[in-house]
């Protein structure tokens, strides 16, 4: 386990950003509209294992469903990312980068419409 201020967890956020593969970093500097956002924990939905805990979401409506660009009444996609989950889970700040790193790649593969068992067979579950 870490512990690291709001700030320095976003530090890491920043750097993880700043060190995904390549073709995910063109990907991501394209997207427009999709936010990275952190929150503290995941809260399980009503009907899910209260014990569930994620690393990150994506929230929003992936590409390969979409009907227009701008579905309408639509909030723009997020990738959350869970801030306790990675503290918990990691002894580094390093390891933390490379965790929130993990993350983005799978969160944003789904914005592209890739599948958990996709992420998985790639490495990125």
């Not at 014990?51 to 929003?60: A, F, K």
């Not at 723009?76 to 801030?83: E, Q, R």
Request: proline share 6%; aromatic share 8%; charged share 25%.
């Amino acid at each position: 386990m870490i512990e690291l201020t709001d700030i320095e967890f976003e530090l890491a956020v920043n750097e993880a950003m700043d060190n995904l593969p390549p073709q995910l970093a063109e990907a991501v500097a394209s997207l427009s509209n999709v936010a990275v956002i952190v929150e503290d924990r995941y809260v399980p939905d009503p009907g899910e294992d209260p014990d569930t805990q994620l690393w990150g979401i994506y929230e929003g409506i992936p590409l390969t469903e979409r009907v227009y660009d701008a579905e309408i009444g639509a909030l723009p996609d997020a990738v959350v990312l869970f801030k306790e989950t990675f503290l918990e889970a990691c002894e580094t700040y390093d390891e933390v980068v490379e965790e929130i790193i993990t993350t983005i790649v799978h969160e944003v593969a789904h914005h592209f419409g890739i599948t958990d068992a996709r992420l998985h067979e790639l490495g990125w579950g």
